[in-house]
C-alpha cells in the first residue's frame, strides 16, 4: 500500500478541507473528522479512475515545499492517507 500525504485545513464553522500537494486537482471536504480520511481515500480512488496517480511524494520532500511550509504555518496539518495499489505514472 502507499501513501499520499493531504493537507487539511479547517477554518471556524466550516468543513475540514483536504487537498493533496502531489495532486493539485484533487480535493475533498468532510464535516467531520471521523470522515476525512475515508472522503479523502473516496477522492484518490475516483481520481486514478481518470489518469494514473504519480509515485508519492516523501514526507520529508512535501514539508520542504514552501507552500506547504506556508500552509502548516497557518494552521494546517498533514494526514497520510492510503491508497490501494493502483496503476501510477512512473511504476508501482
Known sequence: MRYFFALVH???DSAF???FPDLPSVFSAADVGDHLTANAIEALRLSAEDEALPIPSSFDEI???PEVRSELASGAFLARI???CVASAGGA
Do not use: D
Request: proline letters at 17%; zero cysteines; glycine letters at 8%.
Open 10 to 12: 479547517k477554518e471556524p
Open 17 to 19: 478541507g483536504v487537498s
Open 63 to 65: 514539508s520542504a515545499r
Open 82 to 84: 492510503p491508497v490501494r
